[in-house]
Nanobody
Framework: QVQLVESGGGLVQPGGSLRLSCAASGFIFSNYAMAWYRQAPGKQRELVAI???????NYAGSVKGRFTISRDNAKNTVYLQMSSLKPEDTAVYYC?????????WGQGTQVTVSS
């Protein structure tokens, strides 16, 4: 049974930091590209960052230089380190696993940036 479980969300002040984690099980984690998406109220879900099985990364322009995606294949976990957070980063953050035509999604974790 495939599971993606996000954690680490919460309330943070502008300029603060958070680290999200996504623990995966039920598939060969190292084969899959892993990504973080986010969806703000009233907006479409958007790609935040992606990391391939080999470790290559790519970021949305709005988070480049502030967010870092990483993975630990031994722990079947992908991370999103978020720094210099802004109110516009407020959203539900989702983890996604992709290999060929297979996509798996987590349930999401809320990140709220507010003073």
């Amino acid at each position: 049974q495939v599971q993606l479980v996000e954690s680490g969300g919460g309330l943070v002040q502008p300029g603060g930091s958070l680290r999200l984690s996504c623990a995966a099980s039920g598939f060969i984690f190292s084969n899959y590209a892993m990504a973080w998406y986010r969806q703000a109220p009233g907006k479409q879900r958007e790609l935040v960052a992606i990391i391939t099985g080999g470790g290559a990364t790519n970021y949305a322009g709005s988070v480049k230089g502030r967010f870092t995606i990483s993975r630990d294949n031994a722990k079947n976990t992908v991370y999103l380190q978020m720094s210099s957070l802004k109110p516009e980063d407020t959203a539900v953050y989702y983890c996604k696993a992709n290999w060929r035509t297979r996509d798996y999604w987590g349930q999401g974790t809320q990140v709220t940036v507010s003073s």
